[in-house]
């Protein structure tokens, strides 16, 4: 059974110790000029269009994609690593990660040419964000019960729906979405989702803000009433779609950014403990950092297999899975961990407001993404349990 899995023990090449460096210099510099706090909690899901159109510039948007659209050529690999540190420093990158991670690979793969040639080099650049139109309200994170209408009308679709759990949609440019365009059949359920390239200032798209408790609206509910989209938007195979969304979820599901969500609690719980920290606490941050690099390998398993080619559903399924229940975890275990420091520590007032952010930012950790029950279905069918 476990012959079905593959974690291949990828090492990062030089070239990614070397694109580190350079990363870390860049990040240091933008927080010396007051561009973002580290220690701020929250900073790492904020959105700045200046300091994307920055990282745009040093060429870490669309990393892997060809040069004739705006891109690199680089490996999943050193993208990995760009992810990685800006995840760990808190960089308020998320204006174009969903862009950079997954809507980019989707466009490369099925949109028209001209569509192609319009919008990547903007991603490349920065400027444009995108949303995932994925789960509805009574269905979640099984994307085959998706109800949302998209009826062909004359030069296009018109559209007539919800969609929830919308991460960004309120900011977004462009959302790429699964609508249903037949009824499933009896046989294949899957059948009658199409993908479509949405522009969110379509006449007909009302965005309404779900707040979480942290107070922030990431989330949100976007509502289509008679909304249009031309024919040149529809993605890859009418019909179809289910074999491109489960290959773009593979993209979503496995980078360091689902287990890396509440890493500055960490970093903050270990400039508490100290240089010699006493023996529960040494003993509770070596069982902590011993978990992360198990699932860091995991993930940079994952990323060489994107770089080989493949489409590892089921093991970016086990990394969001366990990542995302650790991250979820990690502030009561820092809490935990930090009950018994004296009260006079230095970074005392910093701990507690980021341990206070993350409890609250926690329990959507498992929602994002795709639900943890959801994600054991996709793991069983795949070690072939049902």
Request: glycine residues 10%; hydrophobic residues 40%; charged residues 25%.
């Amino acid at each position: 059974m476990t012959a079905l899995l593959q974690f291949d023990p990828i090492r990062l090449p030089p070239e990614c110790e070397t694109l580190r460096a350079e990363v870390r210099a860049f990040l240091a510099e933008e927080v010396a000029a007051g561009t973002f706090d580290p220690h701020q909690p929250g900073h790492g899901d904020a959105y700045n269009r200046g300091f994307s159109k920055q990282v745009g510039a040093k060429g870490w948007i669309g990393m892997t994609w060809p040069k004739r659209y705006g891109g690199h050529e680089r490996s999943q690999l050193e993208r990995y690593v760009v992810t990685e540190e800006f995840r760990a420093a808190n960089a308020p990158a998320h204006l174009h990660f969903v862009a950079d991670r997954q809507s980019g690979p989707i466009l490369l793969k099925y949109a028209p040419e001209h569509i192609k040639h319009d919008i990547l080099p903007r991603i490349c650049r920065g400027e444009l964000c995108f949303a995932i139109g994925m789960s509805e309200p009574g269905s979640g994170s099984d994307l085959f019960a998706a109800k949302t209408k998209a009826t062909k009308a004359d030069g296009g679709w018109t559209i007539n729906g919800s969609k929830i759990w919308t991460t960004s949609a309120q900011i977004a440019d462009y959302m790429l979405a699964l609508f249903r365009t037949s009824p499933p059949t009896k046989e294949n359920r899957r059948h009658g989702l199409t993908q479509f390239l949405v522009r969110m200032k379509t006449p007909g798209i009302t965005v309404n803000p779900i707040r979480q408790m942290t107070g922030k609206a990431g989330f949100n509910e976007v509502v289509f009433n008679d909304a249009f989209v031309p024919d040149d938007h529809v993605l890859g195979e009418i019909d179809g779609a289910w074999k491109q969304a489960t290959s773009e979820l593979a993209y979503e599901r496995s980078g360091p950014e689902r287990f890396l969500e509440t890493f500055y609690v960490l970093l903050e719980l270990i400039r508490a403990l100290g240089p010699e920290p006493e023996l529960r606490g040494a003993e509770g941050l070596g069982r902590l950092v011993a978990q992360l690099h198990t699932l860091r390998r995991m993930s940079v398993s994952v990323a060489g297999m994107l770089q080989a080619g493949k489409e590892p559903v089921v093991e970016g399924s086990i990394v969001k899975d366990l990542g995302t229940i650790w991250e979820q975890k990690l502030p009561n275990r820092v809490r935990d961990l930090a009950a018994f420091l004296e009260p006079e520590i230095l970074n005392r007032a910093t701990l507690e407001d980021q341990l206070a952010f993350a409890t609250t930012v926690a329990p959507k950790l498992t929602i994002q993404g795709g639900t943890t029950e959801i994600l054991r279905g996709i793991i069983a069918r795949g070690l072939g349990l049902r």
